[in-house]
């Protein structure tokens, strides 16, 4: 029984350390601007369950997952009220663009392990007013398990409520 235990306790330490390097991994990993900073609008989609792509029709080169609301307002205004609801999201920073681009990419990283999953955001001019088109994809994995929808369907809820 105590060589038993033993094993557990090795087994266990062993898993622990592997986290924990996994962690320190993935938090010292790079967000390389030039080839995590797209334009949403022509990017292709590797066709695997982890992104999620939000686009006025005919807009994107791939065939998004939903169309946003249009807003009565200029790109710049409305791309200015998504980075004030990404921004202040936990784990969230800008790795390049900006509001007076009309386009931003941002990472957020899970909060234990620090994968990092990229958000490329673009405003365009649609009759009635401006879109954006969003693109967010996990760097690591086959399935996200829908953690783009939900993480772009909640920054769009607070956007799209009928006092803004």
Known sequence: MKRLWRIVKIILIVAVIGLAGTAVGMRNTTDDAAKWHVDPAIAERTGRPNDYLVAPAG????TPDREPSVHLLPPEELLFLFDAVARP?????VIAGGVKDRHIT?????TVLGFPDYISVKAIEVDGGSALIIWSRSRYGYSDLGVNKKRIDAWLA?????NR
């Open 59 to 62: 807009a994107a080169a791939s």
């Open 89 to 93: 999201s936990r784990n969230v920073d």
């Open 106 to 110: 941002y990472v957020q990283r899970t």
């Open 158 to 162: 607070q956007i799209d409520k009928p």
